[in-house]
């Protein structure tokens, strides 16, 4: 098992462009989340997804899109980069999103926009 | 306003020495409460998973208890190593399931 693996691990986009960040999980988890992470704060929900077709907005959605066509992939996309989207992302999955079931995290796509 | 605050920020040990992080949450009813790891440049890594009910679990060297009485938790760990060097990470999942809330973390630096 590969469990969450993210692409890519480093990005530099200029204020205005899109990109895709790529997530995947081998483990046929139901449910899919996308995190950020900024210096001196907690890891703050930006999308999720309770399986393949339903996804839902977290704390800070707001410039960010997902869709989830496969259990397996939940990319997140950027459709028009800004400097405060500088941050490290993290993708995480786990069996549901409720009750004692671990999450288990990707290794990060640290994004910077200039 | 569900929130986790963590103490203290970072904190400096010397291989072989215990230390003890602290939790401190205001979220209510909760459903769980966790411990992550995070090494430097990676994702967090699960340590424990306690619901309301439980009082202490470990994982190796690493003890956390949980007073959900005085919303309180606490993560110890037991003759630390180098690589223990790492930010961990207080989370609480809600009842409703529908949020982890994350803790700002603990920076804990072990020296030889």
């Known amino acids: 098992n590969a469990g969450v693996t993210q692409t890519p691990k480093f990005q530099v986009l200029k204020t205005g462009q899109s990109m895709t960040l790529q997530c995947a999980q081998d483990m046929n988890h139901e449910y899919m989340s996308w995190y950020r992470q900024d210096p001196g704060m907690g890891l703050r929900l930006i999308h999720y997804?309770?399986?393949?077709?339903?996804?839902d907005q977290g704390e800070v959605p707001n410039g960010y899109n997902v869709s989830r066509s496969t259990t397996e992939d939940f990319p997140l996309r950027l459709l028009s980069a800004a400097p405060s989207q500088t941050s490290v992302y993290f993708c995480a999955s786990s069996q549901t999103g409720t009750g004692g079931y671990e999450q288990y995290f990707g290794p990060g796509t640290r994004l910077t926009v200039t | 306003k569900n929130q986790v605050e963590q103490s203290p920020q970072s904190l400096i040990i010397l291989e072989g020495k215990n230390c003890t992080l602290q939790c401190n949450y205001t979220v209510s009813p909760f459903s769980n409460l966790r411990w992550y790891k995070q090494d430097t440049g990676r994702g967090p890594v699960s340590l424990t998973i306690m619901t309301f009910s439980e009082n202490t679990k470990s994982n190796g060297r690493y003890t956390a208890t949980l007073d959900a009485d005085t919303k309180q938790s606490s993560l110890h760990i037991t003759a630390s190593q180098l690589s223990d060097s790492a930010s961990y990470i207080c989370v609480v999942l809600t009842q409703a399931g529908t949020a982890l809330i994350f803790g700002k973390g603990t920076t804990l630096s072990v020296s030889s």
């Open positions: 997804s309770v399986g393949a077709g339903i996804t």
